[in-house]
């Protein structure tokens, strides 16, 4: 059972259910879908994540279920929510044309998947490049277990500016509100993936696919160690970037997790929603110690 999960979770979330999502979408079928395969893919997860555990102790709250919880409702909402506009939005945009909705659904569906990864990716690095834009990215960053519903600890004013970043281009080309609803859950099953307790293989393709791998070193909590696989979908940005980094050898637990220079970061929910807005949420410039064992994974 555990081969069974270790090698065959990543196929049946990014194959199966984002297939359902795309035959689902190509059918038209009604949003509450979206809904439905998303509540899926939460419930697999969690699953996945008893059976097969990295770390048994990230199973267990640190006093963060009901926060998390908050966290991912409020923003899977705003995200369906913001899919519901799209029809409105495509109405009123001179430029439908451009969409190539002559292609097959999965084309089309992998194509704004394309075009989301890039923007998204690169809001996610300039989060920790800006400050104002740390100050929200932060919340995702506090985190002191990783496992699946951190994908969704965000800042609804961050994960609005991604979105935007992402999914604007494509409104702009006419993006259909059938595949945005697939490539809401397609984000949702990437979030999932990306921050799964779970201690799954993906061979070589760890080095292109945004997985779980390669995200643990991007939660790593020293200043500038954790600046790395910033990629949402892929990892192609960050080769291209030169912020790919990856070291087989590496284990994780709690203490490497976090943010070094806000040890202190508040942990209730209303109070992250205001601490970008305080003069606390401020972006720490000040380096603190790197341990030498962690300094350096071999970037290229
Ligand atoms: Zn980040």
């Known amino acids: 059972m555990t081969t069974l999960v270790r090698w065959g979770y990543v196929p049946f979330m990014l194959i199966g259910i984002n297939s359902a999502a795309a035959y689902l979408g190509a059918v038209r079928a009604s949003e509450l879908w979206a809904v439905a395969l998303i509540v899926t893919a939460v419930a697999c997860s969690f699953a996945a994540e008893r059976l097969l555990p990295y770390r048994r102790q990230w199973n267990s709250p640190l006093d963060d279920a009901g926060r ?12 369906l929510a913001s899919v519901a506009v799209i029809p409105v939005l495509a109405a009123i945009m001179p430029s439908r044309s451009l969409w190539p909705a002559g292609w097959p659904f999965v084309a089309q569906l992998l194509f704004a998947i394309l075009i989301a990864d890039f923007g998204i990716t690169t809001v996610h690095l300039a989060s920790h490049r800006i400050g104002w834009l740390w100050r929200f990215h932060a919340v995702h960053h506090s985190i002191r277990r990783f496992y699946g519903l951190n994908g969704l600890m965000k800042h609804p004013v961050h994960q609005a500016v991604e979105m935007a970043a992402g999914v604007l281009p494509l409104i702009l080309l006419g993006l259909p509100v059938h595949v945005a609803s697939a490539l809401s859950v397609c984000v949702a099953v990437q979030l999932l993936l990306q921050h799964a ?3 799954y293989r993906v061979g070589p ?3 292109v696919l945004a997985l779980n791998e390669g995200h643990r070193f991007h939660h790593l909590k020293w200043a500038g160690v954790g600046d790395v696989n910033f990629g949402l979908f892929t990892l192609i940005w960050d080769h291209l970037y030169r912020t790919y980094a990856f070291d087989p050898q590496r284990r994780f637990s709690t203490d490497d997790l976090g943010m070094a220079a806000k040890p202190d970061y508040p942990e209730a929910y209303l109070r992250q929603l205001a601490e970008p807005f305080r003069a606390s949420g401020a972006c720490q410039f000040r380096q603190p110690e790197i341990p030498s064992r962690i300094s350096d994974y071999g970037r290229r």
């Open 68 to 79: 998390d919880s908050a966290h991912a409702v409020v923003n899977e909402a705003f995200i």
């Open 197 to 199: 307790n779970v201690d």
């Open 205 to 207: 393709l760890r080095s």
